[in-house]
């Protein structure tokens, strides 16, 4: 690949140095190198100094005193929450230090700069409408390529980008953004730690392709990065971190790469793996399909398949991406191809080797890649990325008045169980595979007691969540019952004693008509405990899922094979 790319830049200079006292501004003003200069120190006490690519040099030899301090504060805007001020309608940033009393002790003015042409190394991927993630160290440029992304998406694709801009230091300061992000909308947040909310809102509200943040940096806003992703909308983004094995030790921004859980791999799995029982795995598809690691201003690592780079990170491998730079000429060019490692074999088997028969034996069975690359690797990942386009819900009234039918969203229950109670109790339940247009969750309780982010968005949207022990049909049902309100023991339709069978045998359900004619006609109407006839351990299982159903309580007790079910009353 070989591109040129011309860059202009922009950086409105002048209305940076009106805000330093004049003989500082005046310093700056006649420095040889201003064009490149990255930011200007001003220290209470010490002597002021500018930092270039190059390093630092003093500006002058006169220290910084309170009133030059007043001076440049007096000729900005306010400082927010974060302790950031901007000049209106400029780039440019300047950051407080303040001491135990709030006052400001020390000025950070960093040199805004609109850089056009910057993300020659990376227009491709732009182009691809998928998600992009952006790494590397402060100074490195994150931010100048992020308004240029954002340009190009707004103004060459003619998308609808939006622009979360938590320090105005994206869009500039005031109320009218610089003309650098053409286009594109912004949205400015009042407080940072509202920053997530704000993202929730600009995709509820005003209809966005594309979605620019800056500085991902709590769990919150991961979280709300993956709603937005899930959603079909593009991200582009930056975050706290030089490459992405930063973000694999984090455990709080680690969802924005899919997430990292602790797994144990059977034996056979351990031995094949050449690796311990317990490992770290992946648990979800990326938020960010593509990564960009920015090494340095010209010279950019590239992770086109985030989650294959994740995975062999977890294994032990070491990921060789795609490095792409620019030369002198302006020409981009790959100067390091995507190379996919291979796995390392074992040194000494975990276990002593099997002896091998057959094709195995003779060599001739080629082990399948670890790489997707067969017909239905590519389709199980396009499954795992599928998402559900939600249109209007239908409804219709309910007998009491109800909203029908209900739209579940399950977590961590299997679909063809959830399928089948739906089918026996006939009841006006709608499986959705996106929790936006889901009424209620449904979820194993086992999953959603450790998930705090799937109660914090079930919290945020108001979706009540209805768990079960176990996900198992006849729990299924139960939840599905008290979810609708159906629990009328009276009713002779209300129990389908097939749903507490597991194979419909006749002992079975001749044993389950035993414990529901039991609570139906002596336990519940009476308050007498009742012992039911002795049975195997399996359909003593079934006998107590149909008590508990009834909300009572049953003990098994005695020796087998006499062992049997006592049923007390409420």
Same mark, same amino acid.
Not at 50 to 65: E, H, K, M, S, Y
Not at 361 to 375: D, H, W
């Given at each position: ?202 995709? $509820?509200?005003?209809? /966005?392709?594309?979605?620019? *943040?800056?500085?991902?940096?709590? @769990?919150?806003?991961?979280? +709300?990065?993956? &709603? ?52 770290? $795995?992946?648990?979800? /598809?990326?938020?960010?399909? *593509?990564?960009?690691?920015?090494? @340095?201003?010209?010279?950019? +690592?590239?992770? &086109? ?18 490095v792409r730079m620019v030369n002198g000429e302006g020409e981009v060019e790959i100067v390091q191809a995507a190379v996919v490692p291979q796995p390392k074999r074992p040194k000494t088997p975990v276990n002593p080797p099997i002896q091998l028969q057959g094709w195995r034996s ?80 449904l979820a194993l309780r086992s999953q959603v007691k450790n998930h705090t982010k799937l109660r914090q968005i079930a919290k945020a949207r108001q979706v009540p969540i209805h768990v079960v022990k176990a996900s198992t049909l006849p729990q299924i049902t139960k939840a599905l019952r008290r979810m609708l309100d159906m629990d ?83």
């Amino acid at each position: 690949m070989t591109a040129t790319t011309r860059t202009e830049i922009t950086d409105n200079l002048d209305q940076l140095l009106q805000i330093f006292p004049p003989q500082l501004g005046e310093a700056i003003a006649q420095h040889p190198e201003k064009d490149t200069m990255i930011e200007v120190v001003m220290d209470l006490g010490r002597l002021p100094e500018a930092r270039f690519p190059t390093g630092a040099q003093f500006l002058g030899d006169r220290p910084i005193t309170r009133e030059d301090l007043a001076y440049s504060v007096q000729n900005v805007g306010l400082f927010s929450g974060d302790n950031r001020a901007g000049i209106e309608r400029t780039l440019h940033r300047i950051s407080a230090i303040r001491n135990r009393q709030g006052d400001i002790i020390g000025l950070t003015c960093r040199v805004g700069r609109a850089v056009f042409g910057t993300i020659g190394l990376i227009h491709d991927l732009v182009e691809t409408g998928q998600s992009i993630l952006l790494l590397g160290r402060p100074g490195v440029g994150k931010t100048t390529a992020l308004r240029e992304i954002t340009r190009v998406l707004a103004d060459d694709l003619q998308k609808r980008v939006v622009i979360i801009d938590t320090s105005n230091e994206i869009a500039g300061d005031g109320d009218i953004p610089h003309p650098a992000i053409g286009r594109a909308r912004r949205m400015q947040v009042a407080h940072p730690e509202l920053q997530h909310q704000v993202m929730i809102e600009a995709v $509820e509200n005003h209809t /966005p392709e594309v979605i620019v *943040i800056d500085e991902i940096g709590t @769990e919150l806003e991961a979280l +709300a990065a993956r &709603t937005i992703a899930e959603r079909g909308v593009q991200l582009v983004g930056t975050a706290h971190g030089n490459q992405i094995e930063n973000l694999i030790k984090n455990p709080t921004l680690s969802d924005l790469i899919g997430g990292i859980q602790a797994v144990t791999l059977g034996d056979d799995e351990a031995r094949r793996r050449g690796s311990q029982k317990t490992v770290l $795995e992946r648990k979800a /598809p990326p938020t960010f399909e *593509i990564a960009v690691e920015m090494w @340095e201003r010209q010279r950019w +690592a590239i992770h &086109t398949d985030v989650a294959t780079t994740v995975d062999q990170r977890l294994r032990g491998l070491e990921p060789q991406p795609e490095v792409r730079m620019v030369n002198g000429e302006g020409e981009v060019e790959i100067v390091q191809a995507a190379v996919v490692p291979q796995p390392k074999r074992p040194k000494t088997p975990v276990n002593p080797p099997i002896q091998l028969q057959g094709w195995r034996s003779s060599g001739r069975m080629q082990p399948v890649p670890t790489t997707p690359t067969t017909a239905f690797d590519q389709l199980l990942e396009q499954s795992l990325d599928f998402e559900e386009e939600f249109g209007e819900k239908e409804r219709f009234p309910g007998p009491n008045g109800e909203e029908f039918p209900v739209y579940v969203y399950s977590y961590g229950i299997g679909r063809s169980q959830l399928e089948e109670a739906i089918e026996r109790l006939n009841v006006p339940v709608v499986i959705t595979r996106d929790m936006t247009g889901a009424d209620v969750v449904l979820a194993l309780r086992s999953q959603v007691k450790n998930h705090t982010k799937l109660r914090q968005i079930a919290k945020a949207r108001q979706v009540p969540i209805h768990v079960v022990k176990a996900s198992t049909l006849p729990q299924i049902t139960k939840a599905l019952r008290r979810m609708l309100d159906m629990d009328d023991y009276d009713s002779p339709e209300a129990m389908d004693l097939r749903l507490f069978s597991h194979n419909g045998s006749d002992d079975e359900l001749e044993a389950l008509e035993e414990a529901r004619l039991a609570v139906e006609q002596i336990v519940i109407p009476k308050g007498q405990p009742v012992e039911l006839l002795p049975r195997s351990s399996k359909v003593r299982k079934m006998q107590h899922e149909l008590v508990e159903h009834y909300r009572l309580q049953s003990d098994s007790f005695g020796e087998e094979p006499n062992r049997r079910l006592r049923i007390y009353p409420a």
